[in-house]
């Protein structure tokens, strides 16, 4: 299984333009980041998690920020227009990528964020091109997780930060229940514990200067309405984010948040 795969689990067509549609249906108005948070912000704890995450890693105006399997590029927006900082996005996704640069305009961010089609495990950026490399639910898709991380430290500058958001294996040694949001079944889903993590990403050079295992998000989601994440995955949605909160809940699964440095 490869990048083939991962790209067949988030297809879709239009989806930029179906969240603008869901969007003007349920009243939205005017179109900011936050507003477009319910369908673009895919990852636990949406909005308030890449918040919480932004402040963590310090980042601030005149950051150069990368977005590491950007998506529907809602976190770069809010990174862009609530932290003052210039935002580049890479996914796999093309469609994603394209959808991700048609709600940025609409939000009028063209000129603080943009978006490209790449691969995580082989950027094409220069060394030292970033002051921040972040991250936010997509080193779960990824096999080669030394590659990812290795190329987030290249591609930052001496004395840059990481910081992550992710899915991790919790305590309880059974398998997840699939279907879950990142993956149909195993094939697709890459999964470390907390102590691999850390053991890998210092491995690759990196300090860890915050480690945070939080509890799951109280509530789930809204995946029922046109102006949800329902609009970018489908009716399916439900049952991924119940077997995900199920998971959650008996330690199948954990949520790891942490900010590494690279050192200068």
Do not use: K
């Not at 490869?2 to 003007?24: N, Q, S």
């Not at 890459?190 to 300090?207: K, M, N, P, Q, S």
């Not at 949800?228 to 199948?252: I, T, Y």
């Amino acid at each position: 299984m490869g990048t083939d795969d991962v790209l067949a689990h988030y297809r879709g067509e239009a989806l930029a333009e179906r969240i603008l549609e869901a969007a003007r249906a349920a009243g939205v108005h005017p179109l900011t980041p936050a507003a477009l948070a319910p369908a673009d912000q895919f990852h636990m704890g949406g909005l308030r998690a890449t918040r919480e995450l932004a402040r963590l890693a310090g980042i601030g105006p005149g950051d150069r920020v990368l977005d590491l399997g950007c998506g529907l590029g809602g976190p770069a927006r809010v990174l862009a227009a609530e932290f003052g900082c210039e935002v580049t996005g890479v996914d796999l996704s093309p469609e994603f990528v394209r959808s991700a640069a048609v709600l940025t305009e609409a939000c009028g961010l063209g000129e603080r964020a943009a978006f490209r089609v790449a691969d995580a495990t082989a950027l094409p950026f220069a060394d030292a091109s970033f002051d921040v490399v972040f991250t936010q639910h997509a080193a779960m898709n990824i096999a080669d997780r030394r590659a990812f991380w290795s190329e987030a430290y290249r591609v930052l500058r001496p004395g840059g930060r990481f910081a992550f958001f992710d899915v991790i294996r919790g305590p309880n040694p059974a398998e997840p229940a699939y279907p879950l949001p990142w993956a149909g079944d195993p094939a697709i889903s890459f999964l470390l514990d907390a102590g691999a993590t850390r053991a890998l990403l210092e491995e690759v050079g990196f300090v860890i200067e915050a480690w945070n295992q939080p509890p799951p998000p109280v509530g789930r989601p809204d995946t029922s309405s046109p102006f949800s994440l329902r609009a970018v995955m489908g009716a399916g949605m439900e049952q991924r984010v119940a077997n995900l909160a199920a998971c959650m809940a008996d330690g199948r699964l954990g949520l790891l948040q942490g900010v590494c440095r690279r050192p200068a």
